[in-house]
């Protein structure tokens, strides 16, 4: 019997995160050790990319040791765009964080298991996350689990008793 590998969207503050002064770097180790091993894929995007591109050097060395054997790359699309405009319009953040709609939008309409990431404000916040997807469900997308790395087990799967930071 084949395993199915989870796909894992990646948010940049993942990477970045590796390098804060907090516990995110040792939360977030297990994760990147699964997916090291084989055991998840990272779906990584151009949205990713741009910002990896100019953040620090140290940031796009972590970025690029990921092993490609385990990277899907998309790249963002106008379904992409129109979905990540429609929760500006919904007024889920402010347009001034288009680029954190646009993360969640890429991994809706790429239909991924679960999208990880450390902003708690505009990503990781469960108000937020329940109207990210019951807009996805209305257009016809499915739920995308939104969870920090530390929440997700090597399978991609969100560990039991995990929960979303309201703040």
Not at 15 to 36: C, L, R, T, Y
Not at 101 to 129: E, M, P, Y
Not at 138 to 147: D, F, H, K, S, T
């Amino acid at each position: 019997m084949t395993r199915k590998i989870k796909r894992v969207y990646v948010e940049t503050s993942v990477i970045s995160g590796m390098f804060d002064e907090n516990d995110h770097p040792v939360k977030a180790q297990p994760f990147w050790d699964a997916v090291d091993s084989g055991k998840t894929r990272v779906v990584l995007s151009d949205v990713l990319e741009d910002e990896i591109k100019v953040a620090p050097q140290h940031v796009r060395d972590f970025y690029a040791r990921i092993p490609q054997s385990q990277i899907e790359r998309i790249v963002s699309t106008e379904e992409s765009d129109r979905l990540a405009a429609l929760y500006i319009a919904a007024r889920v953040i402010s347009a001034k964080h288009l680029t954190d709609c646009k993360h969640v939008a890429l991994a809706a309409v790429a239909r991924v298991n679960t999208l990880v990431s450390w902003n708690c404000r505009h990503i990781v916040n469960k108000n937020r996350i329940d109207i990210y997807n019951d807009i996805n469900e209305v257009l016809g997308y499915p739920r995308v689990e939104i969870q920090t790395p530390d929440k997700v087990n090597e399978a991609g799967k969100i560990n039991i008793g995990a929960h979303h930071d309201n703040t």
